[in-house]
Structures are given as C-alpha cells and as structure tokens.
C-alpha cells in the first residue's frame, strides 16, 4: 500500500509500505479522508517534536471504512463507517481522575504513538478501541465530516475553557478553518456578537459569507476599537486567538473588557514567546487560558453536532488530494489560500 512517510523534519516521502493487519481487538480500515491540519505542517516542518516519531506516518483527523477486525473485537464489522478520537488516555492518572484527560500524563495517539492516517490502510489499536474512541458514521455523514470531529472537539475544549456563553461578544483572532469553528460553534452557543479579525481578504470575505457578525482588517483597523464600538466601550466578553502568534497573544489584552476572557487556542512552536502586560491581567481581572487536545466526552458532542448538522463543518473544506499528491496538498495549506484540505482515497 502507499503511505507518506515522514522520514525527518522535512521529508515527506510517498512510498509503499506493508499494509497492516488487525491483532487480537483491533480493526484495519481503509482511509477514506485524512484531514490536513496545522499541528501536521508544523511536524512536518520540524517546529513541533513532542510525541513525534522518525520514521512514522502522521495524520489524526480521519475517516473511513473497516476492512479486518481482529479476533475478539466485537460491536464493529466489516464495511462499517468509523471516526475516531485519536487521543487515548490512560484514565489512571492524576489528571484522568480530576477530568482533564486531554492533558493526561501518559496518553497515546494516533498520528504520533501510532501511525497516522496518511497512507490507505491504517491500524486502530486496541487500547483507542477499548476506551470508546471510535464512533460509528451514520451513512447521512461524510468521511470528510468525520474527519472533522477530531479538530471541532478541540474547538470545544477551547471553548469551554473561555466560557463562551449565552449573550457574549466574541472576537476570533484568525480566521482560517479553526477560526471558522470557533466562529460556528459561538454562534451555536449563544454568542449575541461574533466578530473575526483576518489580514487575507479573502478569509475575511469567507468569514463573512459563512455568517460572521463583523470582519476586521487588522492591517488598517484596531480589532479593541472595533469592538468597543459595538459593546459601549466595554470590549470583547472572550477573544480567542486561533492563530499561533506570540505578539497577538498580547494584543488580545487590549481588546478584551475588564473581567474579559482570553482563550490561547492555537499552538505555539517550541521556544516561542511573548511579552505581555502583566498589569493589564491584574487590574482588569483578565481570565487567560490556553487549550490543550481534546477529550472523548468533547468528541463525543462534536461527533453529535456534526451528525445533527448544528455544525456544519463541511463547508469548510475547501480543496481536495490523493495521497500520491501530498506534498501539493502541503504546499496549498501553507500558502494560506485554501481552508480545509483533505487527502482522499477512493
């Protein structure tokens, strides 16, 4: 079978590899869509190398249809249409035990522990199927819907970090597919004013067309005067940044109201940092958060809001690839002109 091979930083390679075969509680399905995400470029840039593995095959927001299941393995079979959470916690852990498995402190997944979804034939180990990570697909659902479960449940996570909630004015800083979920899913929890502030015309347009409340040109605009203009002067209930910029970081101090909440959702590269007011924090009794993964219970809500079509995350999807294209796919997400790419097999 074919499989980007992720040989080091940097070298991505398309080749044939041993398809795999399904142990004792394990399934085989054959990759349907393999969603391309900002965390995969940064492995593959070598920016992000926590949990990564040379040589491994990476890819964790997928779908797809079982083709083996494993002796022992009951409740699936072959022909199913499966997600998975690909995040598995040990649920034994100080953090298990408190709720915050996302964070757990020795957590396996897909994509780095085990091989990813990059390639047409993947392993769903025993341990993620054990710990209820996988969901059926209803056949109303896409597999590039599917795929999408995995990043919208870390949007929740997000979320809930920042307490987004029935009233609040929301400023997302980014406005590519992540900034787009966070802008749904606000508007879904109740947000009375959701506004996203993007450089690139064209997201912004997109974000506009997809139902932001209001777009801001940051190269020509203050994202903090935009918003008091709408809140009496108040300023952002949650400013979200869902892009991994340092100096945003500290920007958002400045657009959100005092008692305000700041929620640090996108990653950040090792050694990046940012200076920030710390007075700011202080006086005006900002909440700063960050966002971590995802939890099964978090994927399990996203999973349903996909399915009862609340989200609507296949709109966001914008381009498609063969896996034999990959590096086309690759080059696209990180020129900034598409949204959602997913790497298919038909």
Not at 132 to 150: D, F, I, T
Not at 157 to 175: E, T
Request: aromatic share 4%; charged share 20%; net charge negative.
């Amino acid at each position: 079978m074919k499989a980007a091979v992720l040989e080091a930083p940097g070298n991505l390679q398309v080749k044939e590899v041993p398809t795999p075969s399904a142990g004792p509680g394990e399934m085989v399905i054959r990759v349907k869509a393999a969603a391309l995400c900002g965390t995969d470029i940064r492995i593959m840039n070598g920016k992000k190398k926590k949990g990564v593995r040379f040589p491994s095959v990476i890819g964790h927001e997928f779908a797809g249809e079982v083709v083996e299941v494993g002796n022992g393995l009951e409740g699936y079979a072959v022909g199913d249409r499966i997600a998975a959470d690909p995040v598995v916690p040990c649920r034994g852990c100080a953090y298990c035990r408190t709720g915050m498995e996302n964070v757990c402190l020795n957590r396996k997944a897909i994509g780095y522990e085990f091989d990813g979804a990059f390639e047409e034939y993947m392993r769903i180990p025993a341990i993620a199927i054990e710990a209820g990570n996988v969901m059926k697909l209803p056949e109303s659902m896409s597999y590039a819907a599917g795929a999408l479960a995995e990043p919208l449940a870390c949007v929740l996570n997000g979320q809930k970090n920042a307490r987004v909630g029935l009233g609040d004015a929301v400023l997302i800083l980014g406005s590519g597919p992540i900034g787009l979920m966070h802008m749904m899913l606000a508007k879904a929890s109740g947000a009375a004013l959701v506004a996203i502030s993007e450089p690139n015309a064209g997201r912004r347009q997109r974000a506009k067309e997809m139902g932001a409340d209001i777009v801001i040109d940051p190269t020509t605009e203050d994202p903090g005067d935009v918003m008091r203009s709408h809140t009496q002067g108040l300023g952002a209930d949650v400013v979200i940044l869902a892009i991994g910029v340092p100096k945003l970081a500290a920007d958002a101090l400045g657009f959100v109201r005092k008692g305000g909440r700041v929620n640090l959702f996108a990653g950040f590269s090792v050694g990046d940092m940012g200076t920030m007011d710390v007075n700011l924090i202080h006086y005006n009794e900002i909440f700063v958060s960050g966002a971590s993964a995802l939890s099964r219970s978090g994927y399990e809500t996203s999973f349903n809001l996909i399915r009862s079509g609340a989200i609507p995350v296949e709109k966001l999807v914008s381009d498609s690839f063969r896996l034999d294209a990959i590096h086309d796919a690759v080059a696209l997400a990180e020129s900034g002109n598409a949204l959602k790419i997913t790497v298919q097999n038909d």
